[in-house]
């Protein structure tokens, strides 16, 4: 599914008269437009200064194509003596614009007819406005809406899951597919990934090493409150750690991309100690020790959900995909956590659920 380069939400596509589609995003008011469109539709001295603009430059943009998933060429347009940032894709062949810039182009009599959109979309696009060059969407990205689910049949030459993937998503209910890309590489996520795994294949082998970094409830901060950190690289056996570092390589990425190097170690590093210091406090069962990624990748998890809501997930069924939006995941997984940390305090589970809700 095509996805918005500005605010990476689900594109809505839109047919014209007699050219390939557009594709518009009702979240930023953002659209791309086909050059066969813009061909038809522009004045002809705008076109000219758009092709001769994308010929000319050497500027690549941090925003991908909705397409190909390739960076655009950034092409500065002048119209009416204000320049405005255009993004090109010449693999595609297609320009794309924010909100209210495609508008506000100099147009020939055609377009009205050949980009007309129709009432639904055109109605969302009114309902978001533009303070200090910052789309503002006035609906609520947090509201109902059956559109943001679905079942779809698998198509033939539709992309499949590999084997291992398709297997861990049916048995476990991992969701498989997001329907934005990442801009940057994830180095960071992959680093810690690779910690976690020779640091808690270590722990496997060696229990005082174990026992010594894992996280002690009844001394929450010895060594200088190191174990609030060092837990997080530990795990209890295979499969606590491969389901972690699927989740913190599904969601860590992501968030990675969103906020940073530095922001995501510094939101990592905090979810992790709050993590920690919320099971310390609550956990009933006197010595106990924790270990585990989860507190810190729940963090991980909630920024994305909170970030993306409407973001769809998929989960892969052999026949089709499920889509269901990062929100309505997120209230689920939440009444899920809240009601294993009654069990907990309780002392009727030793899943750390209090963790979990820590980051």
Wanted: proline share 4%; aromatic share 12%; hydrophobic share 45%.
């Amino acid at each position: 599914m095509a996805t918005c380069p500005a605010c990476r939400r689900a594109l809505t596509e839109v047919p014209t008269a007699t050219g390939p589609a557009m594709m518009v995003c009702l979240d930023c008011g953002g659209r791309s437009v086909a050059i066969e469109t813009l061909a038809k539709v522009l004045s002809p001295l705008t076109f000219k200064r758009l092709i001769a603009g994308y010929k000319s430059s050497r500027s690549t943009s941090d925003r991908v194509c909705p397409s190909c998933g390739a960076r655009m060429r950034q092409v500065s347009l002048t119209v009416l003596g204000t320049s405005k940032d255009i993004e090109v894709c010449g693999h595609s062949e297609l320009a794309w614009f924010d909100s209210h810039e495609f508008e506000n182009l100099p147009m020939t009599p055609e377009a009205e007819t050949e980009t007309r959109l129709p009432a639904h979309v055109q109605e969302a696009l009114n309902q978001i406005e533009v303070h200090h060059g910052r789309v503002v969407a006035n609906r609520s990205t947090f509201r109902l809406d059956a559109r943001d689910f679905g079942f779809g049949w698998r198509k033939q030459g539709e992309e499949v899951p590999s084997m291992w993937k398709a297997l861990l998503g049916l048995i476990l209910l991992l969701p498989i597919k997001r329907e934005h890309r990442i801009v940057t590489k994830p180095f960071l996520t992959w680093i810690m990934i690779a910690l976690c795994f020779a640091i808690s294949i270590y722990g496997f082998k060696h229990s005082a090493f174990q026992e010594k970094w894992a996280l002690q409830s009844d001394d929450m901060f010895k060594y200088g409150g190191f174990t609030l950190i060092s837990y997080f690289f530990l795990h209890g056996d295979w499969m606590h750690l491969l389901g972690n570092m699927y989740y913190l390589w599904f969601f860590g990425d992501a968030v990675e991309d969103e906020l940073g190097t530095q922001n995501y170690v510094f939101t990592l590093a905090a979810g992790t100690v709050g993590s920690a210091l919320l099971h310390g406090f609550f956990e009933s069962r006197g010595y106990s020790l924790l270990v585990g990624a989860s507190g810190g990748i729940s963090t991980l998890g909630m920024i994305y959900m909170l970030r993306f809501p409407r973001a769809k997930l998929g989960f892969f069924l052999v026949v089709g995909w499920l889509r269901v939006p990062a929100y309505v995941l997120l209230a689920i997984w939440v009444a899920m956590q809240v009601d294993m940390a009654y069990d907990q305090v309780a002392g009727l589970t030793r899943v750390s659920a209090l963790a979990h809700l820590g980051g």
